[in-house]
């Protein structure tokens, strides 16, 4: 893979795979563009000084109060429903987009997409993982930290946290090669002490 196809599939998991209320958080360069202040710099591209933590929370603080509230409407099993239909999809839809131009779908090429995805802003400071087992058939990761984990469960929101940042796995690798599947065994979103990520190539 090459390294500019990374470059523009991180930024297409920047701009696609987060909720869009995140996205609004976290800054639009395509809005920001067109805001310019004296000097030609625009302040959309200052930075806030935040933390990672301090920016996952803001953005949280925000759109999950939100989905709560939808929850309410709606009815739990049916939003949640909903919801995890529809992240699933989304996360999809953006990893075939990001390696439609990868010509192997192997194991290793899956791990070095992972680990490229993990190691972008805001992800690297927001997870701590190690991979616990690598092979051309498995691909398993270890997450001992887990900032959405951490300030989801706080909110009372780990159903939503789950649904949300969780869910997409299967619907991920399926779209990087159909023979592969995933699970998770162990999640800090449902109250594990860590997170089991595992990716197996059928057949």
Avoid: H
Wanted: include cysteine; glycine fraction near 8%.
């Amino acid at each position: 893979m090459r390294d500019q196809d990374l470059d523009a599939g991180r930024r297409r998991l920047l701009a696609t795979g987060l909720p869009l209320a995140t996205i609004a958080c976290l800054g639009c360069r395509g809005v920001a563009a067109q805001t310019v202040a004296p000097g030609g710099r625009n302040k959309f591209l200052e930075k806030t000084g935040m933390t990672t933590e301090e920016t996952y929370g803001f953005c949280y603080g925000t759109f999950i109060p939100v989905l709560q509230s939808l929850a309410k409407e709606m009815g739990p099993e049916r939003f949640l429903a909903a919801l995890t239909k529809a992240a699933s999809e989304n996360t999809g839809q953006m990893i075939a987009t990001m390696v439609k131009d990868v010509p192997t779908r192997d194991m290793k090429a899956l791990a070095e997409l992972w680990q490229r995805a993990l190691a972008t802003p805001p992800f690297d400071n927001a997870l701590t993982y190690e991979i616990v087992e690598q092979s051309d058939k498995v691909l398993e990761l270890k997450y001992t930290e887990c900032l959405p984990a951490k300030l989801l469960r706080a909110m009372n929101a780990a159903d939503i946290g789950y649904a949300l940042e969780c869910s997409g796995s299967e619907a991920a690798v399926k779209a990087f090669n159909a023979k592969m599947t995933a699970s998770n065994p162990s999640n800090m979103m449902k109250g594990d002490a860590f997170c089991i990520e595992r990716f197996v190539l059928e057949g």
